[in-house]
């Protein structure tokens, strides 16, 4: 069955470079478009970028600077780094699977990550 | 970017009551996606394509709407049924998503 499941470091200190792991199981990166969402304590949902099925990407304008998206196919894995982490990046990121250019039909568990010296 | 702007942000309901979520767009859209997110978890895709309904999602509710307004319904509102939920649009990218509808139980 599909599924996706981040991984990576809890805590990461100010400045810092952010790197999260998205691990895949039941479809291939070479067909379906892979997202990171991210989602800060008691707010909404944030699109932060994604790697499309060519191996393309596309961020979000605010944080297209400190964000890089990549894939190793092979290991049906998809990589997040971000730099310059700063406290207002303490969130719940999320890898989601979009079929179609439309919506996001399945989603990894979520990974916390905490911003603080 | 397209901006979302759902109504309201917080709503009770008591079991039985009809409930109703509206998401309204900056510019017009094909289609409005939403997604179901009960505390600690992840968001569930609820309804698709506006009206259509994700599987394993109850025939109470439903989703209408087209342009800028689109809404989600919940015909007999039951206690499972408490949860926050988002509107989301990919008619142009960056796809985007609304600030939420926190639905509790009266």
């Known amino acids: 069955q599909v599924q996706l499941k981040e991984s990576g470091p809890g805590l990461v200190q100010p400045s810092q470079t952010l790197s999260l792991t998205c691990t895949v199981a039941g479809f291939s990166l070479t067909s379906y478009n892979v997202h990171w969402v991210r989602q800060p304590p008691g707010k909404g949902l944030e699109w932060m970028g994604v790697?499309?099925?060519?191996?393309?990407?596309r961020y979000n304008s605010a944080l297209k600077s400190r964000l890089s998206i990549s894939k190793d196919t092979s290991k049906s894995q998809v990589f997040l780094k971000m730099n310059s982490l700063q406290t207002e990046d303490t969130a719940t990121y999320y890898c989601?699977?979009?079929?179609?250019?439309?919506?996001?039909?399945?989603w990894g568990q979520g990974v916390m990550v905490t911003v603080s010296s | 970017e397209i901006v979302l702007t759902q109504s309201p942000t917080t709503i009770a309901a008591s079991p039985g009551e009809k409930v109703t979520i509206t998401c309204r767009a900056s510019?017009?859209?094909?289609?409005m996606y939403w997604y179901q997110q009960k505390s600690g978890a992840s968001p569930k895709l609820w309804i698709y394509?506006?009206?259509k309904l994700a599987s394993g999602v109850p025939n109470r509710f439903s989703g209408s709407g087209s342009g800028t307004s689109y809404s989600l319904t919940i015909n007999t509102m039951e206690t499972e049924d408490a949860a926050t939920y988002y509107c989301q649009q990919w008619s142009s990218t960056p796809p985007t998503f609304g600030s939420g509808t926190k639905l509790e139980i009266k």
């Open positions: 790697i499309w099925n060519t191996g393309g990407t």
């Open positions: 394509d506006t009206s």
């Open positions: 989601a699977r979009d079929p179609n250019w439309e919506f996001f039909d399945y």
């Open positions: 510019s017009s859209v094909s289609y």
